[in-house]
């Protein structure tokens, strides 16, 4: 049997270098040995390698992000601000995309207006607790009003056109003294002739004792050819002259003879309360 080849342990000396023998089926060979100290800075000077190169490709990425900067969205009709935050997955969602644009959006997130710019990942202003809290308050809340008022101004138009006011129905006076007195009034006031009940109601017991046919047929008007008729005792020439439009031409007829009497009156005394004899 050959003999078995022994390897002598190298002393921790500071060679570099060494040399080891081999024995193979009886011959010997000189191999040269690393040292101690060069076999172990080998892999050192290959891992410092590698965390050399680690750090900068990292370093080169986050510059490229950092000169990215923040994307623009051009909001179009339709979008809010939780559809545009979902959209480029916005890290604290549509409220932290408001407190970016605040400025932009106006003070109610829920009313964003189509052609305004949105800044994504844009730094919020640092607004206060109290203001970010209430906005995140008005958000529901503004959800349910708007709602709200599209179902209300949906049920407006909906709903059956208000029927028209009713046409006021037309004054009906009583067919007797205090009735024509009272329509006389309306028709005096239509047309501008001043008079009140108790000046004509006066006037017309004194006259003619309220009866509309009563005519004097003795007085100089009488012997004229005529004769003083009706409720105010009016003579033929001075009804016509007096005559007040819409009503009767007869002078007999009750609310013609008041009214043509007063208008008579009001040009010559002022008005029908100032008659307080023959006029």
């Excluded at 407006?156 to 009583?174: I, L, Q």
């Amino acid at each position: 049997m050959p003999a078995q080849g022994k390897h002598r342990r190298p002393k921790s000396v500071s060679l570099s270098r060494g040399i080891a023998a081999v024995t193979t089926g009886g011959a010997v060979l000189a191999l040269p040995v690393l040292g101690a100290t060069t076999a172990s800075a080998a892999p050192a000077h290959s891992i410092a390698a590698e965390k050399a190169v680690a750090p900068v490709s990292v370093t080169a990425q986050v510059n490229s992000v950092t000169k990215a900067g923040p994307a623009k969205h051009s909001v179009v009709s339709g979008e809010t601000l939780s559809k545009i935050a979902r959209e480029y997955s916005v890290s604290g969602g549509w409220k932290k995309l408001y407190e970016g644009n605040r400025k932009a959006v106006g003070e109610n997130p829920n009313l964003i207006h189509p052609g305004i710019t949105l800044t994504i990942g844009a730094k919020a202003a640092a607004p206060s607790d109290a203001k970010v809290g209430k906005a995140a308050e008005a958000a529901p809340t503004a959800e349910r009003t708007a709602t709200a008022e599209r179902a209300d101004r949906s049920e407006r138009t909906t709903a059956a056109p208000a029927a028209a006011p009713a046409a006021a129905a037309p004054a009906t006076y009583t067919n007797d003294l205090d009735g024509w007195i009272k329509e006389s009034l309306a028709v005096m006031a239509q047309h501008g002739i001043p008079g009140s009940y108790e000046g004509i109601h006066r006037n017309i017991i004194r006259e003619s004792s309220g009866n509309p046919n009563a005519i004097n047929n003795w007085d100089s008007n009488a012997v004229k050819g005529t004769p003083s008729k009706g409720l105010l005792q009016v003579i033929d020439p001075t009804f016509q002259a007096y005559h007040v439009p819409g009503t009767s031409t007869d002078s007999y007829d009750p609310v013609a003879n008041i009214t043509a009497a007063c208008n008579y009156a009001a040009d010559r005394y002022g008005s029908i309360d100032n008659v307080f004899g023959a006029y």
